[in-house]
């Protein structure tokens, strides 16, 4: 038992040291369509997440998973196992018989970049997927933790457990809370969506403590469905950034461009952040904890920030 326990704390570390990439937008895409990859990657996604639950009927999953394990083949093939810069997560159905391990066995393979896990009801649910993950990376040679594993919390009990699920896997990322109108969670719950987020908002910024405080890198939210309300998508994304969510899941291309732009930081917020920087360094080169910058009092804590923000900027603008 002591050294079983003693392989699951190593590979806990070795999962824990894959970096996740930033992603600001992740594009749903049916798992029957990815000849509409393209149209992802033309729109700038960030990510693809091929969807083999919702978005494909019963008869057709099948087909679809073909398709899929085919465009993940291809991807596989391009520089880092991204498809033009952007990656490829797979949303699955969910892990309740064998039909679903299968499911799971067929999409691990290179060219994946994360799983998308549907209808999570506890931790117990998250150590199941990644415990079937851990030997499907080893059936397919890839490395321990390498592929990500993004848990949805669709179900009442599962947001009231966040906190337990983000820790209950190392390679968890992108946890967010989904506040769709009309959708699981709004079923689940109850309340009356809005398009200003007002019943949602507290939902979503639990949620996003119990990421932060699990250690999740990468925290997303979502969704926004009307697909030409591009002035109140905008203020949505808006909302979520100012939260301290990194990202946003999508369901239309025409949406991918809005939300790049509202996370990713600006020409004055990086100027402001590199002056900023500069001062404090000045400031402690010169003795001073602490100098007045723009009219405010700044110091190494502002400092500490200012550089994660121009660090993040830097890891988008390599995705291209």
Known sequence: MSSERSSERLAEVDVAAVDRPPLRSLLFVPGSRTDWLPKARAAGADAAILDLEDAVPAADKLAARAQVTDALAQAATEPAGQAGGMALFVRVNPLDGWAGAEELRAVVRPGLAGIVLPKVGSAQDVRLADRLLGWCEQEQGLPPGQVALVPLLETARALREAYDIA?????????????????????????????????????????????????????????????????????????????????????????????????????????????????????QRAGTGAVAFHGEMVDEAMAATARLVLERHRSAGSRG
């Open 167 to 283: 820790r209950a896997a190392s390679r968890i990322a992108y946890l967010g809370a989904l506040t769709a109108p009309g959708g699981d969670v709004e079923r689940a719950v109850g309340y009356r969506w809005s398009p200003e987020g007002t019943e949602t908002l507290p939902l979503r910024s639990r949620v996003l403590l119990d990421a932060r405080a699990a250690g999740v890198p990468r925290p997303v939210s979502g969704l926004w469905t009307r697909i030409t309300d591009l002035p109140g998508l905008r203020a949505f994304a808006e909302q979520n950034r100012s939260l301290g969510y990194e990202g946003m899941m999508a369901i239309h291309p025409s949406h991918v461009p809005v939300i790049n732009e509202v996370f990713s930081p600006g020409p004055d917020e990086l100027a402001r952040c590199a002056e900023l920087i500069a001062a404090v360094e000045a400031a």
